[in-house]
T-cell receptor, first 114, second 116 residues
């Protein structure tokens, strides 16, 4: 079974600074998808960024980018120019190529200090 | 385009009762997945429905069941409620075609269930 691990229960960053959230996963599959979702206090899960395992190029979405290391099974999220609105719980998630089942990590609570 | 909607948003039940939660997916989406979120267990997959058929199932007891209607709306039912069923129940919709590499799940706001 696939597992996803987020080793940082909490992280904090100063506004306008950069922070990196870590995620590792375990799978025997060669093709799969990885996601970062954020969950603010409203509890609405919002997609931040996604990465296809077959793509070597790291995904980027505005201030959000990932460092995808397939051999190491590592998928970290970098948030640049952090904003107060980035404060949320961040979840790393894995999905196989078939079906829609997401396997989530434990989450990292990000605090942004003004 | 409207997002995923879930009703009700909040629910209080007592042990032994049953509950039905509803999820309306984004227009055009045919797959609906359900997740349970608790402080202790985190986010766990319950099941997925596609074209009115259960396509995938997580490790939950038979008290948890679901169905999907022809308009892709889905309901989740929990019978004989236990205290441990208190959780945030999230549903997510996607196109569900399976062959689309860019397919992404979009989540609803959740239903918060409290079992007393």
């Amino acid at each position: 079974a696939q597992t996803v691990t987020q080793s940082q229960p909490e992280m904090s960053v100063q506004e306008a600074e950069t922070v990196t959230l870590s995620c590792t996963y375990d799978t025997s599959e060669s093709d799969y998808y990885l996601f970062w979702y954020k969950q603010p206090p409203s509890r609405q899960m919002i997609l931040v960024i996604r990465q296809e395992a077959y793509k070597q190029q790291n995904a980027t979405e505005n201030r959000f980018s990932v460092n995808f290391q397939k051999a190491a099974k590592s998928f970290s999220l970098k948030i640049s120019d952090s904003q107060l609105g980035d404060a949320a719980m961040y979840f790393c998630a894995y999905r196989e190529t078939s079906g829609s089942r997401l396997t989530f990590g434990e989450g990292t609570q990000l605090t942004v200090n003004p | 385009k409207a997002g995923v909607t879930q009703t009700p948003r909040y629910l209080i039940k007592t042990r032994g009762q049953q509950v039905t939660l509803s999820c309306s997916p984004i227009s055009g989406h045919r797959s609906v997945s359900w997740y349970q979120q608790t402080p202790g267990q985190g986010l766990q997959f319950l099941f997925e429905y596609f074209s009115e058929t259960q396509r995938n199932k997580g490790n939950f007891p038979g008290r948890f069941s679901g169905r999907q209607f022809s308009n892709s709306r889905s309901e989740m039912n929990v019978s004989t409620l236990e205290l441990g069923d208190s959780a945030l129940y999230l549903c997510a919709s996607s196109l569900g075609s399976g062959s689309t590499t860019q397919e992404t799940q979009y989540f609803g706001p959740g239903t918060r269930l409290l079992v007393l």
